[in-house]
């Protein structure tokens, strides 16, 4: 499968963005399907991610309450809703998929080219 993440650039503090993954492939609707990012310096951590249904998703503590992780099947898109930006939240984002079944941690087969959010204060 090949993924395309999109939607990223910058925002004012408090402001929100809407990352989109679009995946190739006839078999999206049986992937679970992930949300990274990565700050200069920093590893790479896991923001949110989302069974095949949508029906189970996991959200990072530092995102809970402010992201909103969906997918629509028929579209063949994940789409990760950020509200309430913060600076710390300046990171390249990276959609991810992987035929296993949700679990967090878990590695993932398969990952987009990434997508710069900047959050200015």
């Known amino acids: 499968v090949q993924l395309q993440a999109s939607g990223g650039g910058l925002v004012q503090t408090g402001g929100s963005l809407r990352l989109s993954c679009a995946a190739s492939g006839r078999t999206f609707s049986s992937y679970t399907m992930g949300w990274s990012r990565q700050a200069p310096g920093k590893e790479r951590e896991l923001v949110a991610a989302?069974?095949?249904?949508?029906?189970?998703?996991y959200y990072a503590d530092s995102v809970k309450g402010r992201f909103t992780l969906s997918r629509d099947n028929a579209k063949n898109t994940v789409y990760l809703q950020m509200n309430s930006l913060k600076p710390e939240d300046t990171a390249v984002y990276y959609c991810?998929?992987?035929?296993?079944?949700?679990?967090?941690?878990?590695?993932?087969?398969?990952w987009g080219q990434g997508t710069l959010v900047t959050v200015s204060s």
């Open positions: 989302i069974n095949w249904s949508g029906g189970s998703i």
């Open positions: 991810a998929a992987s035929r296993r079944v949700l679990a967090v941690p878990m590695s993932y087969e398969y």
